[in-house]
């Protein structure tokens, strides 16, 4: 099973919806988001989607009562730990939030986390460690999202672009990947 995994949309519907779109063409079978979405309807098109939703609220996520009624209470505080397809995850909006977890010795084969709208793809040990970036766009002026293979636990990076059918994977320093630890 592949996950989409997108943070940081910002009220941007338009990236949001786009995002959504390549998921579908990726064949995603589950949406992670890592919070931030602030206006509930930024996500409104991911209710009806098929493709279940999980999510874990960010700083700026002021209405969470209207973001839990949009999502179908899918949004949980972070750190939220899910077992997704036989695999260990956790996460959460800020990475400040999972420093307990990750020294419990290797608990988790995905960490993800966003709120520094900055691409990140590492390993630490067996856990493969994924930001994907901003949804929004704002400091970079390139939304991102990743979409995980979770049988292969191989990450990509991927640039959200409107209304384009053939969708831009991120490398190197753009997908800042420091190797393995």
Do not use: W
């Amino acid at each position: 099973m592949k996950a989409g995994i997108l943070s940081d949309t910002h009220d941007q519907r338009a990236f949001a919806e786009d995002a959504l779109a390549l998921f579908r063409r990726e064949g995603v079978g589950v949406i992670l988001h890592l919070g931030d979405v602030c206006r509930p309807d930024t996500i409104v098109a991911f209710r009806d989607c098929g493709i279940p939703l999980i999510g874990v609220f960010g700083n700026n996520d002021y209405d969470k009562e209207g973001l839990q009624a949009v999502s179908g209470n899918a949004f949980h505080p972070g750190p939220h730990m899910p077992e997704i397809d036989g695999r260990k995850i956790l996460m959460s909006h800020s990475f400040d939030e999972l420093q307990e977890e990750i020294g419990e010795g290797g608990n988790f084969e995905l960490i993800l986390f966003g709120h520094t709208h900055r691409p990140l793809e590492m390993r630490m040990g067996r856990a493969l460690i994924v930001n994907p970036g901003e949804g929004c766009g704002f400091l970079s002026g390139r939304p991102t999202c990743a979409v995980i293979d979770l049988a292969t636990m191989e990450a990509r990076i991927r640039e959200i672009r409107p209304g384009v059918t053939g969708d831009a994977e991120l490398s190197g320093d753009a997908a800042h990947q420091p190797g393995k630890r």
